[in-house]
């Protein structure tokens, strides 16, 4: 039988933490441009993810860069890798 190599498709975005109080899990604000299908404006659309920080390295206004993982959480399903700048 032919063997299909099944590759691994994570989602990576990069946002800017939002808020840092809760214990090992970051709030981030993704921004994105989006234009109308009708009348063709362009405008924002910010999406507030919970991603999972273990060392709790990451501050508010900190820019991350983080990819899709596991369920942690109800709502946690995201995960940091590393910080682009502040």
Known sequence: MNE???EKINKR???EVVSAKMNKTLVV???RKVRHKVYGKQ???TKRFKVHDDKG???EGDKVIFV???PISKEKKWR???KVGR
Do not use: H, L, M, P
Request: aromatic share 14%; glycine share 10%; hydrophobic share 40%.
């Open 68 to 70: 899709a993982c596991r």
């Open 13 to 15: 975005f990069t946002g």
């Open 4 to 6: 299909i190599k099944k």
């Open 57 to 59: 390295e990451y501050r």
């Open 80 to 82: 940091v890798i590393g």
């Open 43 to 45: 405008f924002r659309v």
């Open 29 to 31: 604000s993704v921004e």
